[in-house]
């Protein structure tokens, strides 16, 4: 059903000439002495002609912040071709049913910031940004997005549909200090990547860049899902979603161990403990952000106590960004110098 009406959106909108837009996404990939590789992330959408430039919408609403539901009215382009040129390399694939392209491609890229450029067959073009990571890093941080870079609350679903929907992107808060937390620990380590990882659905992603550039978070990678049905369910489990990307970050950076931020308003201290088990020569540290009383009741509770399951992994417990950054200067993750740069 799901499949039959965005078929059907589609053609709508291809009728009235619009064209396929590319949103580009931020993507990341490595070094390495048997070939290197870039994870490409980017979005196919219908629009009408003028709406996207390289990917970015050039109406005013955007100056003056869309509110929620503007990130979820284009049409989608299902299984839409797409050129991937990286130098003088080009690769043709092929978006899921949902418009999202999620590819792997195995090219040689120096390490830091690269740009791919993106072509939809038929339609726009624009340039992703690619965060190359040097096969020799050893440090890295991975870091929650709902109610740990921005309020949310989004396990009360009138209330996240609200903040989701309603509000305008501008009239979202920040948490207390963790951009600058984060700025701190990425001046430590100027070269360790930053990734940020969500239950958001993909359709978000260019507000939640927006707002984390406004509020001046570390640029990284942003990994989201779909909120659409599968095969077996209505809807997507956020919490799988976390766990499967985390295992795909280990097993394509073994060498990197990760600070892991999170709150601990629902499974977060869940996942990164079954992380640690799992893994626990690839964490360095876990962060939880703890939510003030009425975050936690708005979030659905606290999540239990689960430090004593992870011996040898640090915990920090700290209600904001400028407690957690004195722990990890404790801890010897950031020098005490980094507080005052």
Known sequence: MEDKFHGWRANRAQAKGHVAVILPYTG???????????RVLARVVLAGPGAFEFGQQQAQVIADGIRGFRNFISPILPFAKVS?????????????????VDVKLAVDLPAGWQEVHLHAHGGDQATARIMVIDQSQKFGVISDVDDTVVVTALPRPLLAAWNSFVLSEHARVATPGMAVMLQKVRQYHPRGPMIYLSTGAWNVTQTLQRFMSRNLYPEGPLLLTD???????????????????LRRLAQEFPQISWILVGDDGQHDPAIYAEFARRYPELVRAIVIRQLTPSEAVLAGGRSNELRRTTPGVHWIYEPDGARILDQLVKLGLVNDDAKYM
């Open 28 to 38: 990341y990939g490595s070094t390495g002495p048997e070939g290197g590789w870039i």
């Open 84 to 100: 991937i040129d990286v130098g003088e390399q080009r690769f043709v694939v092929q978006a899921d049913r949902g418009g999202v």
């Open 227 to 245: 909120w659409g049905p599968t095969e077996r369910s209505w809807f997507r489990s956020g919490m799988q979603h976390k766990v499967d990307q």
